[in-house]
Nanobody, 124 residues
C-alpha cells in the first residue's frame, strides 16, 4: 500500500490550499481515509476523516474551515479555507479498516498505513 500526499505549500493567512492523497496497492472498501497534522514541537493531531460511505468527521480546530472528500479512485482531498498561522504543520494522510466506531477515527492506532506528509506553512 502506498499513500502519496501532495498540495502543501506556503500561503498567507486567510488563504486556501487543497491537499491530495492518492492511495494504491489494495482495495479500500470499508477503509477510512484521514488527515492528521503535526506542528513543530507538538504531537500529531487528528484533522479529518472520511469513511468509504462518505461520512466525514473533523477535529474541533478545523471544523467549518476544512472539507474532506474522496473520489472513486481512492484519492482523498482536504480543502483548507480561511487558513490561520496555527494551521502550519506537516499534514499526513492515513488509511485503516473502519470498524464502525467513529471515535476510533480520531486515534492514530486506527490506521495501518501512512503517507510521508506534506508541509503547509501559513504566514501571518
Amino acid at each position: 500500500v502506498q499513500l502519496q500526499a501532495s498540495g502543501g505549500g506556503l500561503v498567507q493567512a486567510g488563504g486556501s490550499l487543497r491537499l491530495s492523497c492518492a492511495a494504491s496497492g489494495r482495495s479500500f472498501n470499508n477503509y477510512a481515509m484521514s488527515w492528521f497534522r503535526q506542528a513543530p514541537g507538538k504531537e500529531r493531531e487528528f484533522v479529518a476523516a472520511i469513511t468509504s460511505g462518505a461520512n466525514s468527521y473533523y477535529g474541533d480546530l478545523v471544523k467549518g474551515r476544512f472539507t474532506i472528500s474522496r473520489d472513486v479512485k481512492n484519492t482523498v482531498y482536504l480543502q483548507m479555507n480561511s487558513l490561520k498561522p496555527e494551521d502550519t504543520a506537516v499534514y499526513y494522510c492515513a488509511t485503516g479498516w473502519y470498524s464502525g466506531y467513529y471515535y476510533r477515527l480520531l486515534l492514530e492506532s486506527a490506521y495501518d498505513y501512512w503517507g510521508r506528509g506534506t508541509l503547509v506553512t501559513v504566514s501571518s
